[in-house]
Structure formats: structure tokens, C-alpha cells
């Protein structure tokens, strides 16, 4: 192999671990305070880095679906966002609507309560009704623990054995917005840990992904979620996270 081959062949490595890293990212436009314009500038960004999708509310699926026509950038939308309270028969709605604006992956919150009860029934019944809702659509769905919540780890494996039997195509971790008031009255947030990762890959069936969401801001947090397991990662800092990815690998 001569030295062109070599730089050739070493630049094709880089360029394929950029493009890897941004086919991970599901770019999330889903603050409270997002405005059509904001999602237009967004939809840019996510076009501009050919990540993975466009995570957004259900309103702006039909338009998201308008502006990344002819990319190859998905639409995703969260059904039941984001404490997860709605019946199941809402949730299916919400997620037959989205379907039929143009979104081909859902993002689920769980019933949180009901998890925390231990109703695994209802859990069970819920988790399948919006994944054959999803599949009949042609949709993928990633079912959020939300585990700022959801702490014991028992039942996050039971969580990832009822996704696993339902034919849930991820498992995540977070909506972004679980936020735990403290005693002293404030609020704090943990997101995606590699410790959950790792657990939700290890318990999960082989053909169900893990989704890591909330804090992952950096390149290096990016990698660190990748190496515990990870397929895909919810993120805002999209733009700042590829830059780094081309800076030091493209």
C-alpha cells in the first residue's frame, strides 16, 4: 500500500465515523418554547449533518415532514410527552395522527405511575397497543422509562422484558424533562447514565435497541453512550457535537 492508498484509506475511516456518529443522533426540537421558525432553522441543522431524525412535538410533525422531504433525515414524534399520563387509547390516537403527518418513529413515555405501582398488566397492554399501532403504520417505537423515576433496577429490567416481548424497537432512557423536585425545594436532573445503559442493553432482547437521552451534550459523551451500547442518542447540541466529530475525525 503506497502512501495515497494509506491517506485514502484512513480518511475513508474518519469520514465513516462522522458519518456513523451523526446517523446516532436523533436531533431533538421539543423545548416548551419552540417556535415554527425555530423549527425550520432546527430541521436545517438536522439536514445540514444528516443525523439519524428530527425528534418534535405532534403538531409540527406534518411541517418537519415538509421541510426534510428529499433528505435523508427522519421524522420522530413523542406520543404521551412528556409525563406520560394520557389513557393508552390517547396515546394510540396520537400516534396513528403522527403516523399520518409523516412521522415514521415514535417516541413513547411510559405511564410512569403505573410502573411505579408495579401495575405490570397495564404497562404490558399499553406498551403493545402503541407498538402495533406503530408497526401497522410503518413507524418504529422507542419506549421512554424516564429514569430519573423509574430508579430501581428491577424495574428496569421488567421494563426491558415487557419491550422485548412487545416488539418495541428501543428501549430509552429519558423524555429530557424529568425533572425531580428535592427537598430543599429545587429541581435536578440526571438523564442518560452509562450504569442504565448498560443495564438496558444487557436486558433487553438482541434485536431491541438502546436510546440514550437527556445530558448528552459533548462528543466524548456521545462516544461514552456508543460504548455502553447505545444506537441512537436524543441531543439539542447537535450542531456543537458534529463540529467536534469533524474536527477530529473528518
Known amino acids: 500500500m503506497n502512501i495515497c492508498d494509506i491517506f485514502i484509506h484512513y480518511s475513508s475511516i474518519h469520514f465513516n465515523m462522522v458519518t456513523d456518529l451523526a446517523k446516532m443522533i436523533d436531533h431533538s426540537i421539543l423545548h416548551p418554547t419552540v417556535r415554527d421558525k425555530d423549527l425550520e432553522s432546527e430541521c436545517r441543522v438536522a439536514s445540514r449533518y444528516d443525523v439519524a431524525s428530527v425528534c418534535v412535538k405532534p403538531y409540527m410533525v406534518q411541517r418537519a415532514a415538509e421541510l426534510l422531504k428529499g433528505t435523508d433525515v427522519s421524522v420522530g414524534c413523542v406520543i404521551g410527552f412528556p409525563a406520560g399520563n394520557s389513557t393508552i387509547e390517547v396515546k394510540v390516537f396520537e400516534t ?5 403527518d409523516g412521522a415514521v418513529e415514535i417516541d413513547m413515555v411510559i ?16 406498551i403493545d397497543s402503541v407498538a402495533g399501532a406503530c408497526h401497522k403504520n410503518d413507524a418504529i417505537i422507542k419506549v421512554i422509562f424516564e429514569t430519573d423515576y ?19 424497537d428501543y428501549v430509552k432512557t429519558s ?32 434485536q431491541v435497541k438502546v436510546k440514550a ?28 457535537i458534529m463540529e467536534e466529530a469533524i474536527k477530529r475525525f473528518g
Open 111 to 126: 405511564n410512569i405511575g403505573k410502573a411505579l405501582s408495579g401495575d405490570w398488566d397495564y404497562i404490558k397492554h399499553e
Open 96 to 100: 396513528v395522527v403522527a403516523c399520518s
Open 150 to 168: 423509574i430508579t430501581r433496577v428491577e424495574d428496569k429490567i421488567r421494563l426491558c422484558e415487557i419491550c422485548t416481548r412487545a416488539g418495541a
Open 175 to 206: 423524555s429530557g424533562y424529568g425533572f425531580v423536585k428535592d427537598r430543599d425545594g429545587r429541581y435536578y436532573y440526571n438523564g442518560a447514565t452509562i450504569a442504565d445503559l448498560e443495564l438496558m442493553r444487557k436486558h433487553s432482547g438482541q
Open 213 to 240: 437521552a437527556g445530558g448528552i451534550r459533548t462528543l466524548d459523551q456521545l462516544l461514552a453512550v456508543r460504548e455502553a451500547g447505545c444506537s441512537r442518542c436524543g441531543a439539542t447540541a447537535t450542531a456543537a
